[in-house]
């Protein structure tokens, strides 16, 4: 009987902690961390503001959670990458999970990039310790292809920062693109958007698209 509580218990509290962090999501988007309260995520969230505070300490613990999450899921199609992979299909695959983020979350990348133009404040630590080891070890991986002579003499860093600054804009500027076409990206606009991105970075680094992304 314990244990069937216990399962219980844990099971409400992952669905709680999911509709915490989109609600909190929302309201960062909105209103930044400073112009954030508890009690609107709460509100948000259709939970009492003892749940967020149980589950998370406070408003700064619950906006770390966030960014640490967000980077978590901008990482994961990469995470896996080894130098016997081919960059051609690793890269379009990450270039394309990116943009379907900036397409489904838009907000979790304003706040992310909200987060570094004021200076990171909040991830500090967190850039000091998990995302700068996985930066280090994703440019072994691009360092790797290099050597084995899958891709040109480029500078790892920068081929990443382009793949973030480019699949991001979709979500970061998503009204001043919103202004100039005229309306808001649907999801067929979506696909050929990644898919010009795609052949842009990949063709840079003299590799040949792979066909599920002509």
Not at 13 to 37: D, P
Not at 80 to 109: F, W
Request: proline share 3%; charged share 20%; hydrophobic share 40%.
């Amino acid at each position: 009987m314990s244990d069937s509580l216990s399962k219980k218990d844990d099971s409400i509290g992952a669905i709680n902690r999911v509709k915490i962090l989109a609600a909190a999501e929302k309201e960062f988007a909105i209103h930044g961390f400073k112009g954030t309260r508890v009690q609107h995520i709460a509100d948000r969230a259709k939970l009492p503001k003892t749940n967020i505070l149980y589950y998370f300490k406070s408003k700064d613990g619950l906006y770390l959670a966030l960014l640490q999450e967000i980077l978590s899921l901008w990482n994961s199609s990469f995470d896996n990458a080894k130098a016997q992979d081919d960059p051609a299909q690793v890269l379009a695959a990450y270039i394309a999970d990116k943009m379907e983020i900036s397409r489904c979350r838009p907000d979790a990348s304003k706040i992310f990039a909200l987060e570094i133009i004021n200076g990171a404040p909040n991830l500090s630590s967190f850039f000091k310790d998990q995302h700068s080891t996985w930066m280090n070890s994703r440019v072994a991986v691009i360092q790797q292809w290099i050597e084995l002579g899958k891709l040109p003499e480029i500078d790892p860093y920068y081929l990443l920062f382009n793949i973030w600054a480019s699949s991001q804009h979709y979500a970061d500027f998503s009204a001043q693109i919103t202004e100039l076409k005229g309306h808001e990206m649907d999801q067929n606009e979506f696909a050929n958007a990644t898919n010009s991105l795609i052949k842009l970075i990949l063709q840079g680094c003299g590799l040949t698209v792979p066909k599920q992304y002509q």
